[in-house]
C-alpha cells in the first residue's frame, strides 16, 4: 500500500511541547489547560469569542488567557468560549466552551454550542440553547488523582484551519485527545458537517479497538428532530478484527507499514448510518507504537501520535515525553 | 453516501436467458446435463469473445492442442462420471497478459463428476503456466502449480493447489428453498450478466437462478496493488454458500470466514505473488465485527442513500498476509436491498444489486428469474 496522498496541508507549531511537573499540584493543571487551549485557538480561523480569567470577563472577543496562571480555578473562576465560523458551513460557527470547575482543579467543563454561547461573568458560566456537555465537571485527561506530572502536547492542523487535533501523552501514552473537524465526503443532507472529539482514556481508551467499538466522535445535524449524535469510527475489516489488528505486521508482499482511512457511523436514533469520514487520518497498525513514523526513515511524513491513529507529520524530531 | 465515480468504462452484455434444455445430448448424460453444459458453454463463449483463446479443446470424442476449439455448441459438453475413467469434454482457455506482459493465465474447465452422474460437478482450474497432456479419458495436467478454483472450501488453500478433484461449480440445488432439482432429473433455468471493462482488464460474469447468485466468475487486474506483487490479479469462481437462498456474493463467503472448517484459512477467491498462490478475502469498512452493509443495513437516515463501500482485498496465507489492493467499481452493498434492485432509484440504474455486492449497470432492468 503506497503512502496517501494527503487532501490537505498541515501546520506542525505547536508539536513537541513539553510540560514539566510543576511546582504545586495546581500549577500543574493550569499548565496543561493553558497548553491544549493555546493549541485550539492558534489553528487558523479560530478566534476566542469571550474568555474569564476570574478578575474580569465578558463575551467580548478579548483573550484574558494570556498565561497559565489565567487559568483559574475557585469561587470566581475562569472560562474561555473558542468559535470556528462556518465550521459546519456558510454562517454555521461551532463554539466550545471550557471552564475549570469551581470545587475540585482535576475537573472542568467543557460545552459544545451551534447557537453560540452567550453571558458569563467571572462566577457563572456562558450558556447556549443547544449546549451539548461533553464533559459535565469531570476528569478532562486521565491521570486519576493526579494532576501535576511530566507531559507532551502536540497539535497539528490544517492550514485552513478545518481540522485540528491535540494529543497528550504521558509516559508514551495518549491521555487525551482532542479533534474538532470538518467532515471529509460528507453525506447530502447532512447540515453540520463536522466532528467534535474530546477523548481521555478514563473514559474510553484511547485505542483502535476502543475507538471503533465505543462511540466517542461527536455530531450534529439540524434535520428533524435536529440534535447531536454520537460516531463510532470505521476501518477495513475481515471476519471480526480491523485488518491492521488481523495483520498488525508490515505487507509480506509488499512490506509496506500500512494505513488504512479512518470513517464514521452512527447508530443513534434518526441519524443513523456513514456520513463522512476523517480528513488526513489513519490507522496504522496495532505494532506500532506512540511515536513510529511511516515511512521510517528521515522524511516522516506520518506518524502515530497515539492510539494507533496516524497523521501527517513533518519529518522532525518526535517528543514522547 | 453519494454515488461513487467509476474507474473505468464498461461493456456489458446482460439478461442472457438461458432455458431449461428438454433432454439430455447421449443415454449416458444426466436428464440435465444439456442445460448445465449450456450454461457452460455460454460462459466459454463469452470468455472467448473478451479475447480468451482456446489452447486446447475435447469433446468426448477428440482432442487436440492446435487451438482448435472442439466446443463448437453446448450438445458438444458432455460429462464424465467417473474421473480419469470415462470421456469427458474439457478445454484449455489462455487470456495472455493478464497480469502483466508476459504473464498469461491459463484456465481449465473438465466435465468430470466424482459423485456419479452428476453434472453440476466439474474440475475447474488455474495457472499461469500452460496446461498439456490429457486425452478424452484423461485430464491436462500443468506443471507448474495450477489452483483448483472449487475445490471444498473448507481446507487450506495448500489443498488447492495440484488437486485436481471435481466438485459444484455452482451453488447446489439443495440450496435453494424450495429446494430445486437435482440434475439427475432436469436441468436449470438461469440468466448471465457478463461485464467487462474496456480496457479489458477487469471481467465478470454473474449466473443468477430463482434470484439467487448462483456462480460468480471473474478475473481482473486489482486497483491500487501492494508493490512488489508479481502477479496484481484476482482470480474467482464463486460456487457456495451454506444458508438457504444466500447468494455466492455474499458478506459470509467473502468476507467472513465463520462458515469454513477447522482451518479456515480458504477463501473463495485468489491471487498469485512469486510462486505461491494466496487466497484473498473481500475486506470491507466496518465497525466492531460487523461490515456496514451488514450493521446499517437500512439506507442512510440523513441523506436517504444506501451505503456502498468498496471491496479491499486481504490475505491471510502465509508469506502473502496483508491489505494487497482493491477491486475496481465493486462495492458492498446492504444485506437489506434485494437481488436485482439498482441505483439509484430511479430510471437511469447506474448500478445493481447481485447478492450483497453492487456492480456498474448498463441502465436495463436486470432480470434474475
Redesign the interface.
Same mark, same amino acid.
Given at each position: 500500500m503506497a503512502l496517501p496522498t494527503l487532501n490537505k496541508t498541515w501546520v506542525f507549531t505547536k508539536i513537541n511541547q513539553a510540560i514539566k511537573e510543576q511546582r504545586t499540584s495546581y500549577a500543574g493543571g493550569q499548565v496543561q489547560l493553558y497548553t491544549v487551549v493555546d493549541a485550539i485557538r492558534s489553528w487558523a480561523g479560530w478566534e476566542v469569542k469571550g474568555s474569564s480569567d476570574s478578575v474580569t470577563a465578558g463575551m467580548d472577543g478579548v483573550d484574558r488567557w494570556t498565561n497559565y496562571t489565567k487559568v483559574v480555578w475557585g469561587g470566581n473562576f475562569s472560562w474561555i468560549v473558542l468559535r470556528k465560523p462556518n465550521a459546519g458551513g456558510a454562517g454555521k460557527n461551532f463554539e466550545v466552551m471550557i471552564a475549570p470547575y469551581p470545587g475540585n482543579t482535576l475537573f472542568i467543563y467543557v460545552y459544545y454550542s451551534w447557537a453560540g454561547f452567550t453571558g458569563g461573568t467571572i462566577n457563572t458560566r456562558p450558556t447556549a440553547t443547544d449546549t451539548y456537555m461533553m464533559i459535565d465537571w469531570y476528569y478532562w485527561r486521565n491521570t486519576g488523582n493526579n494532576n501535576n506530572f511530566d507531559c507532551v502536547v502536540h497539535s497539528v492542523s490544517s492550514s485552513d484551519g478545518n481540522v485540528g487535533r491535540v494529543v497528550m501523552l504521558k509516559d508514551n501514552v495518549p491521555i487525551l485527545y482532542v479533534a474538532f473537524e470538518t467532515a471529509q465526503n460528507p453525506v447530502t443532507g447532512w447540515t453540520h458537517p463536522f466532528y467534535a472529539t474530546w477523548l481521555w482514556d478514563s473514559k474510553a481508551a484511547i485505542t483502535l479497538d476502543a475507538l471503533t467499538d465505543s462511540a466517542n466522535v461527536l455530531a450534529y445535524d439540524a434535520n428533524a428532530p435536529a440534535g447531536w449524535f454520537a460516531n463510532y469510527l470505521t476501518c477495513e475489516t475481515q471476519v471480526d478484527a480491523t485488518t491492521p489488528e488481523r495483520i498488525p505486521y508490515r505487507n509480506e508482499i509488499g512490506a509496506e507499514s500500512p494505513l488504512y482511512p479512518v470513517g464514521a457511523i452512527s447508530l443513534a436514533a434518526n441519524k443513523r448510518g456513514r456520513h463522512g469520514q476523517l480528513y488526513d487520518l489513519w490507522w496504522g497498525t496495532s505494532t506500532r507504537r506512540v511515536g513510529d513514523a511511516y515511512p521510517d526513515d528521515a522524511t516522516k511524513q506520518f506518524l502515530n501520535i497515539g492510539g494507533h491513529l496516524v497523521v501527517p507529520w513533518n519529518g522532525s524530531a518526535f517528543t514522547p515525553l | 453516501?453519494?454515488l461513487p465515480s467509476l474507474d473505468k468504462t464498461w461493456n456489458f452484455v446482460t439478461n442472457v436467458q438461458l432455458k431449461e434444455k428438454p433432454l439430455p445430448t447421449t443415454g449416458t448424460q444426466q436428464q440435465g446435463s444439456a442445460s448445465y453444459g449450456n450454461i457452460l458453454y455460454t460462459i466459454k463463449a463469452q470468455l472467448v469473445s473478451w479475447g480468451w483463446t482456446v489452447e486446447g479443446s475435447c469433446d468426448a470424442s477428440t482432442y487436440n492442442w492446435g487451438g482448435a476449439d472442439l466446443w463448437t455448441d453446448y450438445t458438444k459438453l458432455l460429462w464424465g462420471f467417473t474421473p480419469g475413467d470415462n470421456a469427458a469434454s474439457w478445454i484449455v482457455l489462455k487470456r495472455a497478459n493478464a497480469a502483466g506482459a508476459g504473464k498469461d493465465f491459463y484456465l481449465l474447465i473438465r466435465l468430470a463428476g466424482e459423485i456419479t452422474r452428476d453434472c453440476q460437478e466439474a474440475i475447474i482450474m488455474g495457472a499461469w503456466t500452460a496446461f498439456s497432456g490429457g486425452s478424452v479419458t484423461l485430464t491436462p495436467t500443468n506443471a507448474g502449480k495450477a489452483l483448483n478454483l472449487i475445490y471444498d472450501h473448507n481446507v487450506d488453500i495448500e489443498v488447492h493447489v495440484g488437486n485436481y478433484g471435481p466438485r459444484y461449480w455452482l451453488l447446489q440445488p439443495t440450496y435453494y428453498s424450495p429446494a430445486l432439482p437435482s440434475s439427475q432429473s432436469r436441468g436449470i433455468d438461469v440468466v448471465v450478466h457478463a461485464l467487462r471493462s474496456s480496457d479489458g482488464e477487469v471481467e465478470r460474469i454473474v449466473v443468477v437462478s430463482h434470484n439467487v447468485v448462483c456462480a460468480y466468475i471473474s478475473f481482473e487486474k486489482v486497483k491500487?496493488p *501492494?508493490?512488489?506483487?508479481t502477479h496484481p490479479f484476482m482470480c474467482a469462481w464463486v460456487n457456495r454458500n451454506y444458508t438457504n437462498n444466500q447468494s455466492v456474493l455474499s458478506y459470509s463467503i467473502l468476507?467472513?470466514?465463520?462458515v469454513r472448517g477447522s482451518s479456515g484459512l480458504c477463501p473463495y477467491t485468489f491471487g498469485y &505473488?512469486d510462486g505461491l498462490w494466496l487466497g484473498l $478475502?473481500?475486506?470491507?469498512?466496518? $465497525?466492531?465485527?460487523a461490515?456496514?452493509g451488514e450493521?446499517?443495513s $437500512?439506507?442512510?437516515?440523513?441523506?436517504?442513500?444506501y *451505503?456502498m463501500c468498496p471491496v479491499?482485498l486481504?490475505s491471510?496465507s502465509p508469506?502473502?498476509?496483508? &491489505? &494487497?489492493g482493491f477491486l475496481y467499481d465493486l462495492w458492498w452493498g446492504s444485506i437489506e436491498t434485494l437481488v436485482g434492485d439498482t441505483f439509484p432509484g430511479d430510471e437511469t440504474q447506474q448500478f445493481v444489486r447481485f447478492g450483497e455486492v453492487i456492480f456498474p449497470w448498463d441502465g436495463s432492468a436486470p432480470l434474475t428469474i
Open positions: - | 453516501m453519494p491500487n *501492494t508493490s512488489g506483487w468476507n467472513d470466514d465463520a &505473488h $478475502y473481500w475486506g470491507s469498512e466496518a $465497525y466492531k465485527d461490515m456496514l450493521r446499517i $437500512y439506507y442512510n437516515e440523513i441523506s436517504g442513500e *451505503t479491499s486481504i491471510n508469506g502473502c498476509k496483508g &491489505h &494487497h
